[in-house]
């Protein structure tokens, strides 16, 4: 495993860290309950090859995240990694909720001490709810009692509200969406070099784009095989990430024991710089043809979910992208089919509490959009959804 400096703390993490959003479950895949010893099994094998940033959240798997790590943790295993959890500021309506929530979350965790503590998906509005009721102050106060050691903030908005939260506050590190693909996107590259600039550690989530970089369409195919050396998609997308400077460490769920090892054995041979131009070529023909083939620009992040009405949004938005990544003819008629047998078309069986719906269902609430850090317009998106899986429309219609 390789290490990397953690902006201007005096200790470095693992290149690869694991993010525990995505584990193995019975059922639902974010609200299934989490396999208990396959995941304790799988975090410990991470451990043991070199992974020492566990990344997790009050409302990851609803707490069974943390709970898992908790257990996995013991025997010896606290000692050996660094805690990164979240603050969820929905359910803080007073600042006393502050205190019991992390109270919460160091039980789950059996530990007496979270390294890095961050307010969970900043944006302009969240910010200003975090101003209003002083949490700020609540952090400074929670590391002076030795419940937390470092402050920071994963980040969903615009570079200028980056740059603003950023100036607000001596953060010690932050965590921003970041690939090969969404490098204009959100915190930018702009905001990554601002936020290295200024010390703080730069952690990056979404690395594959929510799985679509390491399932890659024909023409992307056609270019890693021209280059002079032979990646993984996956690879492809990580080496992007550790050739940066700025970078910290990546955060990538893994949610089998073959992805940590290959994860980890692409993280062993990584380092700043290390990439040659006609890797950064190859790079930059990718990120060109993922682009034109994106349609809806969903990382599966889920924080839209679940809808009242049983649509399952990201499901159906990452249909789409994978139908336009196929090629007319079979592939893309097994997408279709996919959208048809995979989700519910009749009321009979949708399912409410594990949100399995098409497209079909959604009523326009409107209750989703402002939960989408990619500012997705979802129910006219998956109007569209609709029109081009089941309807046959021509993508071109409407894109
Ligand atoms: S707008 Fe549609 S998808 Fe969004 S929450 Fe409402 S019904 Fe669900
Ligand atoms: S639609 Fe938005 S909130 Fe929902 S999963 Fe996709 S990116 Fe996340």
């Not at 991470?46 to 943790?73: C, P, R």
């Not at 402050?151 to 970041?178: N, P, R």
């Not at 809808?307 to 008629?333: M, Q």
């Not at 089919?337 to 009523?363: I, V």
Request: with cysteine.
């Amino acid at each position: 495993m390789k290490y990397r400096k953690m902006g201007k703390l005096d200790f470095k993490v693992s290149a690869l860290g694991f993010g525990l959003m995505r584990l193995p479950t019975r059922g639902n895949f974010m609200l299934g309950r989490v396999k208990t010893k396959e995941t304790i099994e799988m975090i410990r094998s991470a451990i043991d090859q070199g992974v020492n940033y566990f990344d997790t959240a009050y409302v990851y798997h609803l707490g069974g995240s943390e709970k898992v790590l908790g257990q996995a943790l013991q025997d010896g295993y606290r000692e050996k990694v660094h805690i990164a959890d979240k603050l969820f500021l929905t359910l803080v309506r007073k600042p006393e909720d502050f205190d019991k929530q992390l109270a919460k979350q160091l039980e789950r965790l059996q530990t007496d001490c979270i390294d890095f503590y961050l307010f969970h998906g900043l944006n302009r509005k969240k910010f200003e709810q975090v101003k209003e009721m002083k949490l700020l102050d609540k952090m400074v106060e929670a590391r002076e009692k030795g419940l937390i050691k470092y402050i920071g903030f994963s980040f969903h908005d615009t570079l200028a509200v980056f740059k603003e939260i950023i100036d607000a506050f001596d953060w010690d590190m932050c965590q921003i969406i970041y690939n090969y693909m969404d490098t204009g996107m959100q915190a930018t590259t702009d905001g990554l070099k601002y936020a290295h600039e200024k010390g703080l550690a730069t952690v990056i989530m979404g690395p594959l784009k929510g799985g679509l970089l390491a399932d890659p369409p024909e023409e992307a195919t056609e270019v890693m095989k021209q280059a002079k050396v032979q990646r993984t998609p996956v690879d492809w997308a990580l080496q992007f990430l550790w050739n940066l400077p700025e970078v910290s460490t990546i955060i990538s769920g893994m949610e089998t024991q073959e992805i940590i090892d290959e994860n980890c054995s692409y993280a062993d041979k990584s380092g700043v710089n290390t990439l040659s131009k006609d890797d950064l070529v190859i790079l930059n023909q990718l990120a060109e043809v993922y682009k034109k083939k994106i349609l809806v620009p969903c990382n599966t992040c889920q924080y839209c979910m679940p809808c009242s009405y049983g649509v399952n949004i990201p499901d159906n938005f990452a249909l789409l992208n994978y139908f336009s990544h196929e090629k007319e003819g079979f592939r893309r008629w097994r997408v279709r089919r996919r959208y048809r047998k995979m989700l519910a078309s009749k009321t009979d069986d949708l399912d409410l509490e594990k949100p399995n719906g098409n497209a079909t269902f959604c009523t326009e609430c409107m209750e989703c959009i402002e939960k989408c850090p990619m500012e997705i317009m979802i129910p006219e998106e998956l109007e569209k959804v609709h029109a081009i899986l089941k309807e046959k429309k021509e993508i071109s219609e409407y894109y």
